[in-house]
């Protein structure tokens, strides 16, 4: 297969698994859907609780390829349902069903991003959402247990991301890169998925292998 393909069919398997949009820049719009039946004491209350029950589920599914997975657990655990709706730009419902007890619907969820970034660093998650607002760049921390074929791994990454791979300087089995902030969340997911372990620690992201 042709570099060009893979490309494309790597774009295509972020974009389903992220529920993302990807244009020029990397801006990304979180949507996702979350199939809900519920059963409570009236159908008001089984819709109410369905709502809660699928901002949850969407807010963790949308942002666990971005953030600190066990951090973000707890933190959606422990917020009020009131305040994870202040990150929801919009919302829609289809396949609603009814009965006096039951709610049941395939709802529809569009986070905002900025909210979703203050909400993260107010509570301290680490994570690397886009930033399409800013143009700079971010620092990665390369430690290689074999320098040749992991940095050949990572040339590999780079090239299917179509990303420059700016090296500022590196020695022995280590290297610190200057990437496009905009490609951040892109490179940490293509990186993960080859096996590479990482954390983000003061605005840095730190990779391994």
């Known amino acids: 297969m042709q570099s060009s393909d893979m490309y494309k069919l790597k774009l295509l398997f972020i974009a389903l698994l992220c529920s993302v949009t990807v244009s020029s820049g990397w801006t990304a719009q979180l949507q996702g859907v979350a199939s809900v039946n519920v059963t409570s004491d009236t159908a008001a209350a089984a819709k109410n609780m369905a709502f809660d029950e699928a901002r949850q589920q969407i807010v963790f599914d949308l942002l666990r390829q971005y953030a600190d997975v066990n951090a973000l657990q707890e933190l959606i655990k422990n917020t009020k349902s009131s305040d994870l709706a202040n990150l929801i730009s919009s919302s829609s419902i289809d396949g609603e069903k009814l009965s006096d007890t039951t709610y049941s619907a395939n709802i529809s969820m569009v986070l905002d991003i900025d909210a979703v970034r203050n909400w993260l660093a107010e509570n301290a998650v680490q994570n690397w959402l886009p930033d399409e607002r800013v143009r700079d760049v971010?620092?990665?921390s390369v430690n290689m247990s074999d320098a040749i074929n992991n940095w050949a791994d990572l040339n590999r990454i780079a090239r299917a991301e179509n990303i420059d791979l700016g090296t500022k300087y590196m020695t022995g089995n280590s290297a610190t890169l200057e990437l496009p902030t905009s490609s951040r969340g892109a490179f940490t997911i293509a990186i993960r998925?080859?096996?590479?372990?990482?954390?983000?620690?003061?605005?840095?992201?730190r990779i391994w292998k």
């Open 138 to 140: 971010f620092i990665v």
């Open 193 to 205: 998925e080859s096996g590479w372990r990482f954390a983000s620690q003061d605005g840095i992201l």
